[in-house]
């Protein structure tokens, strides 16, 4: 591809990105961004199987519903995640609490929660998320 092709390809993908007023916006360009999600607790374990180095063992593992919350100054319906993964080493790392942001219905990220991120979750038993092996 020429010199000014790869430009202009590259000033259109600048110009795409840079319409987003936040991280927990991308890739919503029309519709609603805060559809509740459906299908949160497979996304949740289908992304898990994928992020945790051993995704086998996992204990006290534990969900909270989705809850429309404000993230940054944004609405974004989250779901609050806690459980116990092994570490690369073998050993487990300790319980850990983690946010999953939703996105148009969609699993957008999961971050380690903030002290106030999950408060006042109601948690109940994830067993789908201790049933996962390799």
């Given at each position: 591809?020429?010199?000014?092709?790869?430009?202009?390809?590259?000033?259109?993908?600048?110009?795409a990105?840079?319409?987003?007023?936040?991280?927990?916006?991308?890739?919503?360009?029309?519709?609603?961004?805060?559809?509740?999600?459906?299908?949160?607790?497979?996304?949740?374990v289908?992304?898990?199987?994928?992020?945790?180095?051993?995704?086998s063992?996992?204990?006290?593992?534990?969900?909270?519903?989705?809850e429309?919350?404000?993230?940054?100054?944004t609405?974004?319906?989250?779901?609050?995640?806690?459980?116990?993964?092994?570490?690369?080493?073998?050993?487990?790392?300790?319980?850990?609490?983690?946010?999953?942001?939703?996105?148009?219905?969609?699993?957008?990220?999961?971050?380690?929660?903030?002290?106030d991120?999950?408060?006042?979750?109601?948690?109940?038993?994830?067993?789908?998320?201790?049933?996962?092996?390799?």
């Open positions: 591809m020429p010199a000014a092709g790869l430009a202009l390809v590259g000033a259109a993908m600048l110009s990105c840079s319409g987003s007023d936040g991280f927990y916006n991308q890739g919503v360009e029309k519709g609603e961004p805060n559809l509740a999600p459906q299908n949160y607790r497979p996304d949740i289908a992304y898990l199987r994928a992020y945790l180095n051993d995704p063992g996992v204990r006290e593992a534990m969900i909270a519903s989705p429309l919350k404000s993230i940054r100054g609405q974004r319906y989250i779901v609050c995640v806690r459980f116990n993964a092994r570490k690369s080493t073998g050993g487990y790392e300790g319980s850990k609490e983690r946010m999953v942001v939703f996105l148009a219905g969609r699993l957008d990220t999961m971050v380690e929660a903030r002290k991120d999950c408060a006042g979750a109601k948690y109940e038993p994830f067993p789908e998320l201790e049933k996962l092996s390799r």
